[in-house]
């Protein structure tokens, strides 16, 4: 066996772990990497980036427990934010923005469905609480319509320096 540094390792990990890499693995990669050995899973608990990619299942029945684990172990990292899947009536969507309003400030991209009323909710955050935010975009669930809104970058900042901005400007 090889003994690489683990500086090597976290690196390798960061790679397989990025949304950018796609390979045909069953599972999260996160997971898999903390099941080979107690060196490995070390090194991976101890490096927030690799854990700053949150993808939050619209299927999977609250609470979410393994969303808080992850938001925990990305430490101070900026995040990622996405949530997937079908959504139905049902889907809480106020229950998975009610996990990521603790950390907003630290996001630098989301990707959610949300209801009407949870979207009025984020448009009605404190200025600067989308400061570092890079890209946004919603998905307005239970509407009969699935039609995507996207921010670019400009957009959200001029909408969050706009006090009197009460509902999104679509350019």
């Known amino acids: 066996m090889i003994d690489l540094p683990p500086e090597i390792i976290e690196i390798i990990f960061l790679t397989l772990c990025s949304p950018k890499t796609i390979f045909p693995l069953r599972g999260d990669p996160r997971l898999l990497v903390t099941h080979v050995c107690s060196q490995w899973r070390a090194i991976a608990l101890a490096t927030p980036s ?25 430490a101070q990292s900026p995040l990622s934010v996405g949530s ?5 009536h049902s889907t ?15 996001c630098v991209s989301l990707r959610l469905f949300l209801d009407r009323l ?28 699935y039609g995507m809104i996207h921010f670019l970058p400009h957009r959200v900042t001029a909408l969050e320096r706009s006090p009197s901005a009460t509902t999104p400007c679509f350019f």
């Not at 997937?84 to 139905?88: A, D, E, L, M, S």
């Open 50 to 74: 690799l854990w700053a990619n949150i993808h939050i299942p619209l299927n999977f029945p609250p609470p979410y427990d393994h969303v808080r684990t992850w938001i925990s172990r990305s």
């Open 118 to 145: 949870t979207f009025k909710r984020l448009l009605a955050l404190p200025p600067g609480s989308l400061y570092t935010l890079q890209g946004i975009s919603i998905n307005l669930a239970h509407t009969g319509r």
């Open 92 to 106: 809480p969507t106020a229950d998975i923005f009610d996990l990521i309003i603790p950390v907003i400030q630290r």
């Open 84 to 88: 997937y899947g079908p959504t139905h």
